[in-house]
């Protein structure tokens, strides 16, 4: 059950992670459309369709990740190999990201970015493989005689 949850609570974080980016990116073209200058020659409009295109990029990935997640959880299934290799892509670029947000925009990001990989983790660790119980040995049994060559006291 906990498994569950934690894979729906991932999924709705990166859902709307992923409405907050494309929101942002948004928020910046219209900054560098406003101010009418170039980059080194660049032209404002190539900034503004590359601000849009990366925030649009970026939000189509998170919600795919969200969507895998949401899957996993609602279903209660673990993901195949290709969405178990997205959503450690996701993770990756969660660690990566908040590593930057740090010197950037402060420690709140930071912390938020850091929640976010924890759940993708958390995700990826609780829908993990797993692995049947280990027989006894005879060793472990009371009263069991010693196999490694020693004559018992």
């Known amino acids: 059950m906990a498994r569950r949850l934690v894979a729906v609570v991932a999924a ?3 859902l709307v992670e992923a409405v907050g ?3 942002l990116n948004g928020i910046m073209a219209a900054f560098v459309d406003a101010q009418e200058m170039s980059l080194a020659g660049l032209e404002t409009d190539a900034m503004v369709a590359g601000t849009w295109a990366m925030g649009i990029a970026t939000g189509l ?3 795919l ?3 895998t997640l949401a899957l996993a959880g609602l279903r209660d ?3 195949g190999r290709i969405t178990r290799i997205l959503l450690i892509s996701c993770a990756v670029t969660h660690g990566v990201l908040g590593s930057l ?4 925009v402060g420690w709140y990001a930071f912390g938020f ?3 976010v990989l924890a759940l993708v983790v958390a995700s990826l660790i609780a829908y993990g493989k797993e692995r049947e119980p280990l027989a006894p040995t005879p060793e472990d049994r ?3 005689a010693p196999t490694n060559g020693a004559a018992p006291a």
Do not use: E, N
Request: charged share 5%.
């Open 113 to 115: 970015m850091m929640v």
């Open 77 to 79: 299934r673990a993901p």
């Open 142 to 144: 009371p009263g069991a």
């Open 61 to 63: 990935f998170l919600a």
């Open 65 to 67: 990740c969200g969507g």
């Open 21 to 23: 980016f494309v929101a």
């Open 101 to 104: 947000t740090v010197g950037l």
């Open 12 to 14: 709705l974080v990166l």
